[in-house]
Antibody, heavy 115, light 107 residues
Framework: EMQLVESGGGLVQPNGSLKLSCAASGFTFNTYDMSWVRQSPGKGLGLVAGISIKSYNYATFYADSVKGRFTISRDDSQSMVYLQMNNMKTEDTALYYC??????WGQGVMVTVSS | DIQMTQSPSVLSASVGDRVTLNCKASQNINKYLNWYQQKLGEAPKLLIYNTNNLQTGIPSRFSGSGSGTDFTLTISSLQPEDFATYFCFQHNSWPNTFGAGTKLELK
């Protein structure tokens, strides 16, 4: 069974940092592009960052709102994907989902940016 | 960025109804349109990918159609478990973008 389990969420102050992790299992991880999607409370969905597979040189993509602050990475040997979030803003408060090609989703991890 | 506009924002319907949800892209996205269902407190679930391909395990009462800029999701006979919010998503060009959703509620 395909499974994605996020961790690392929590409360952080503005300008602080947080690193999210996503553990994948039940599928051939290195054949899937991976992404992080967030959903603000009561709001819609937004793609935050994506990373392609090795054959596309692990190309990365970022929403304009997080470019220069967030970094997505992956470790195919461990079936893990990460989201390093720096210089965080209150508007980054959201439920963050890890996805495999936006086809399979984890249950999400909550990130709250507040003083 | 490509804007995805879903209509209606809220749709009231009854069990057994046939319903159609709409999604319009601000520019041509070819066939690269997915539909998701999200229930309260749950992650989105992929229903349809690339306009009209039913994801494994999704009931056949769900179907998708369209091309270019205009797309639809049809539920042929609503079941009680179908009342949820539905999102469309374009993955034709970065940044991939979601629609704001259609909430399907019980009349």
């Amino acid at each position: 069974e395909m499974q994605l389990v996020e961790s690392g969420g929590g409360l952080v102050q503005p300008n602080g940092s947080l690193k999210l992790s996503c553990a994948a299992s039940g599928f051939t991880f290195n054949t899937y592009d991976m992404s992080w999607v967030r959903q603000s409370p009561g709001k819609g969905l937004g793609l935050v960052a994506g990373i392609s597979i090795k054959s596309y040189n692990y190309a990365t993509f970022y929403a304009d709102s997080v470019k220069g602050r967030f970094t997505i990475s992956r470790d195919d040997s461990q079936s893990m994907v990460y989201l390093q979030m720096n210089n965080m803003k209150t508007e980054d408060t959201a439920l963050y989902y890890c996805t495999a090609a936006e086809a399979f989703w984890g249950q999400g991890v909550m990130v709250t940016v507040s003083s | 960025d490509i804007q995805m506009t879903q209509s209606p924002s809220v749709l009231s319907a009854s069990v057994g109804d046939r319903v159609t949800l709409n999604c319009k892209a601000s520019q041509n996205i070819n066939k690269y349109l997915n539909w998701y269902q999200q229930k309260l407190g749950e992650a989105p679930k992929l229903l349809i990918y690339n306009t009209n391909n039913l994801q494994t395990g999704i009931p056949s009462r769900f179907s998708g159609s369209g091309s270019g800029t205009d797309f639809t999701l049809t539920i042929s006979s609503l079941q009680p478990e179908d009342f949820a919010t539905y999102f469309c998503f374009q993955h034709n060009s970065w940044p991939n973008t979601f629609g704001a959703g259609t909430k399907l509620e019980l009349k």
